[in-house]
């Protein structure tokens, strides 16, 4: 594939703190941290806009803080719309 051309493959991932003032799956607490790390491809449709689509993978978990420690994983499909703007 072709990085400047119509299709460009992307890969993403990152970890964060997540606060929630719910009840939270698995009995965690209300501070819980969250890593996630997908790929997938951009279709652009012009110079300025693009449709993306992801295949992720997503890990909560409160890391011990308050028990249980059960954890929540998750994936699924993301379809994105982008408009850039700098373009």
């Known amino acids: 594939m072709n990085p400047g051309g119509r299709v460009r493959p992307c890969?993403?991932?990152g970890s964060g703190i997540q606060f929630t003032l719910g009840q939270t799956p698995g009995g965690?607490?209300?501070v819980n941290f969250a890593s996630?790390?997908?790929a997938g491809l951009e279709f652009m449709l012009?110079?300025?806009t693009a449709i993306e689509v992801d295949?992720?993978?997503?890990?909560y978990s409160n890391a011990?803080?308050?028990r249980p420690d059960q954890?929540?994983?998750c994936d699924g499909w993301w379809v994105m719309y982008t408009r850039y703007l700098d373009r």
């Open 11 to 13: 890969i993403f991932g």
């Open 28 to 30: 965690n607490s209300s």
């Open 46 to 48: 012009s110079q300025r």
């Open 36 to 38: 996630e790390g997908g």
């Open 55 to 59: 295949r992720f993978f997503r890990h």
């Open 71 to 73: 954890g929540v994983d």
């Open 64 to 66: 011990d803080i308050h």
